[in-house]
Antibody
Framework: EVQLLESGGGLVQPGGSLRLSCAAS????????MSWVRQAPGKGLEWVSA????????YYADSVKGRFTISRDNSKNTLYLQMNSLRAEDTAVYYC???????????????WGQGTLVTVSS | QTVVTQEPSFSVSPGGTVTLTCGLS?????????PSWYQQTPGQAPRTLIY???TRSSGVPDRFSGSILVNKAALTITGAQADDESDYYC??????????FGGGTKLTVL
């Protein structure tokens, strides 16, 4: 059974940093691209970032480029999102999502974690 | 920047059929965009319904189907049930590792 478990959310001041983790199990982690998707309170879903299965390719939405860094440790089956220079508009539930098989970049998602809440406020 | 468009809201009667669409502010959607569809109820994580235009995700009933209609991706729900009342999001692959969500459609079953 595929499981994705996010952690690392919390309250942080504007300009601060936070690192999210997503522990994966139930599939060959290194074979799949992984993404982070967020949802601000009362708003729709927004794709944030993706990383290829090998970790060699990383991709970002314009809204976070230069501030967020996605990475993965295939030996630990864990996905990360390092978030720097956080802003109030980054407040959201952050989900990790498993990419479809057969692609090095995300063409959609088949499994989702339950999410972790990040609140940016003074 | 290209925007992915969805109807903000839609309603369907129990037992009825509804088709939600996913378009582009500029251009037509084709299978090359790998359209996918997700269902989300308040407070829950999204659930994958359809990927790669028309492939149902594991455990999704065949009441849900995906297609390309004219120049948009489409999600059709037949025999609508009360628990289909949810928000529905489409995603399109824009190339170069970038995907974009539509704004979502709030479906009411009444």
């Amino acid at each position: 059974e595929v499981q994705l478990l996010e952690s690392g959310g919390g309250l942080v001041q504007p300009g601060g940093s936070l690192r999210l983790s997503c522990a994966a199990s139930g599939f060959t982690f290194s074979s799949y691209a992984m993404s982070w998707v967020r949802q601000a309170p009362g708003k729709g879903l927004e794709w944030v970032s993706a990383v290829s299965g090998s970790g060699g390719g990383t991709y970002y939405a314009d809204s976070v480029k230069g501030r967020f860094t996605i990475s993965r440790d295939n030996s630990k089956n864990t996905l990360y999102l390092q978030m720097n220079s956080l802003r109030a508009e980054d407040t959201a539930v952050y989900y990790c999502a498993k990419g479809l098989g057969g692609f090095t970049t995300p063409r959609g998602f088949d499994y989702w974690g339950q999410g972790t809440l990040v609140t940016v406020s003074s | 920047q290209t925007v992915v468009t969805q109807e903000p809201s839609f309603s369907v009667s129990p037992g009825g059929t509804v088709t939600l669409t996913c378009g582009l502010s500029s251009g037509s959607v084709s299978t090359s965009y790998y359209p996918s569809w997700y269902q989300q109820t308040p407070g829950q994580a999204p659930r994958t319904l359809i990927y790669s235009t028309n492939t149902r995700s594991s455990g999704v009933p065949d009441r849900f189907s995906g297609s390309i209609l004219v120049n948009k991706a489409a999600l059709t729900i037949t025999g609508a049930q009360a628990d289909d009342e949810s928000d529905y999001y489409c995603v399109l692959y824009m190339g170069s590792g970038i995907v974009v969500f539509g704004g979502g459609t709030k479906l009411t079953v009444l």
